[in-house]
């Protein structure tokens, strides 16, 4: 992640007026290998940061924009940027082939947000439709892809885009992704600032699911260690992890969820798969994946990303008391949410 950050700030200072005097061998990024990435649902709140942030990315080469509408403005607005990628903005469903045609790295935050009162779940009957028709096409033009699913509830819509692939007979377990990023840096932000350790320094693992109680931060496991929180904290900290998405959602009343620190947490996974993608070593993120360290068929881990996409679904590591609590009261609903998204696609 740190080196992402890195590489955005040398593609901005790149961009600079200031950059005609740094040494040339900063930008070495030529000689990465082109990668296609394309955003879908590329117009909405998620979605424009997301762009803005891949389009910083000196891994891209080749920047994809498509939504249902208003990706033609989004375009030309983020391929003003004066960076490698190359940005084409695809409107309708007609260009839906074009834009995935190619692709490596395929994010999906496409859909509807929550509004107050509402749960993930709540959205599934719109998302889902949308999920299962972007998945038809991504089987069809680039079947070979990482698929990063931001749409909610990503509990169900993975599973969606599992069932969708095997139908078309591309599935390819260790290509699929559901996005957890937003709940560990969210975990990390909080224990930086409870723990008062230096945030860039932070690391936690955030298992199970992406909605409410299935988020399981793992507090136990977070580095740099830390002896001052008491259990009421660990407590007030996983549960302000698990409502971080509410909270968002109650403070934008009514205008949406989390877009901004979405967006970012979209672009550090997205980085993560094109660098494993590129061949990059120990290339580790918590994502929600097909799985078997638990006797659900989809759980949120550790994952080493590699050439292939996930590698290695790493376990969980030693647990506290609380934590093993956690991650049984969370398996019901977990259950549940995977098996609704599975008899979606059955049925529809
Ligand atoms: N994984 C996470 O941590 C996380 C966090 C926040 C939000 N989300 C989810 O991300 C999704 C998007 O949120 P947002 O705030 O950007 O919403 P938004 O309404 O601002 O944007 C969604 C975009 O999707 C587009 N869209 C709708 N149907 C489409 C289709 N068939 N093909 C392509 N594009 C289509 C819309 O035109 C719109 O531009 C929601 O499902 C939300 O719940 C996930």
Same mark, same amino acid.
């Given at each position: 992640m740190g080196a992402f950050l890195r590489s955005v700030e040398t593609a901005l200072r790149r961009g600079g007026a200031a950059s005609s005097h740094l040494p040339r061998r900063f930008f070495s990024v030529e000689s990465s290998p082109e990668r296609k990435v394309a955003v879908l649902g590329a117009a909405g709140g998620i979605g424009q940061p997301l762009a803005l942030l891949m389009k910083l990315n000196p891994l891209v080469s080749s920047l994809a924009l498509y939504d249902i509408a208003g990706t033609p403005g989004v375009a030309a607005d983020v391929s003003h940027i004066n960076t490698r990628a190359q940005v084409a903005g695809f409107m309708g469903e007609e260009q839906l082939g074009?834009?995935?045609?190619?692709? +490596?790295?395929?994010?999906?935050?496409?859909?509807?947000?929550?509004?107050?009162? $509402?749960?993930? +779940? +709540?959205?599934f009957n719109i998302n889902a439709?949308?999920?299962?028709?972007?998945?038809?096409?991504?089987?069809?033009?680039?079947?070979?892809?990482? !698929?990063? $699913?931001?749409?909610?509830p990503v509990n169900s819509t993975v599973p969606i885009a599992a069932e969708v692939f095997k139908k078309a007979g591309t599935y390819d377990e260790k290509k699929l992704f559901g996005v957890t990023t937003l709940d560990v840096v969210r975990a990390k932000t909080f224990y930086a600032g409870k723990a008062k350790v230096p945030v860039e320094e932070v690391d936690v693992p955030v298992v199970g699911g992406h909605a409410g109680i299935t988020i399981l931060p793992l507090f136990?496991?977070?580095?740099? !260690?830390?002896?001052?929180?008491?259990? /009421?904290?660990?407590?007030?900290?996983?549960?302000?992890?698990?409502?971080?998405?509410?909270?968002?959602?109650?403070a934008k009343a009514g205008k949406g969820s989390a877009t901004l620190s979405m967006a970012y947490a979209g672009a550090?996974?997205? +980085?993560?798969?094109?660098?494993?993608?590129?061949?990059?070593?120990?290339?580790? /993120?918590?994502?929600? !994946?097909?799985?078997?360290?638990?006797?659900?068929?989809?759980?949120?881990?550790?994952?080493?990303?590699?050439?292939?996409?996930?590698?290695? !679904?790493?376990?969980?590591?030693?647990?506290?008391?609380?934590?093993?609590?956690?991650? /049984?009261?969370?398996k019901p609903e977990l259950k549940s949410s995977i098996e609704k998204g599975i008899k979606f696609v059955q049925e529809n």
């Open positions: 074009k834009a995935l045609e190619g692709s +490596d790295v395929v994010i999906i935050p496409a859909g509807v947000p929550r509004k107050p009162g $509402m749960t993930r +779940d +709540d959205l439709g949308i999920v299962k028709s972007l998945c038809t096409a991504i089987a069809k033009y680039c079947p070979n892809a990482l !698929v990063n $699913m931001i749409s909610n136990s496991q977070a580095t740099p !260690v830390s002896n001052a929180l008491t259990d /009421e904290d660990i407590k007030a900290l996983t549960k302000r992890t698990q409502d971080g998405g509410t909270e968002v959602v109650e550090i996974f997205a +980085d993560a798969c094109l660098k494993g993608l590129n061949g990059a070593p120990d290339i580790v /993120e918590c994502s929600f !994946v097909q799985s078997s360290i638990t006797e659900l068929p989809f759980f949120a881990s550790k994952v080493r990303l590699g050439k292939n996409g996930a590698e290695e !679904v790493l376990g969980l590591g030693s647990l506290s008391d609380y934590e093993k609590q956690g991650l /049984e009261s969370l």
